[in-house]
């Protein structure tokens, strides 16, 4: 019981501890402003071969999707601490 505690634990502390440097991360792909700080343009000529625009131009949807993976690695990192507490709680005999 205590292993699976243990184990949990670090799980949980590694994946939270994960989360703001995977929203920066996240945030950085999906800008809709280029690097000098203008705003992306698509269907136009104008946009220049900048990293930061190649998501935005090339699908509309793609930076909002890309929006959530945070959200969903976050109820990942409830779903580890949820299955641990119950597993716990079940081989103590309380569930």
Known sequence: MIDRLIGGFVAILIGVSLIGPLATQVTSASATTNSTGGA??????????????????????????????????????????IAVTYGSLRDAGVV
């Open 40 to 81: 992306c343009q698509t269907g136009s000529l104008r946009v220049a071969a900048d990293d930061r625009c190649q998501l935005y131009t090339s699908a509309s949807w793609g930076s909002t999707v890309l929006n959530m993976v945070p959200g969903f690695f976050a109820l990942g990192i409830l779903g580890i601490g």
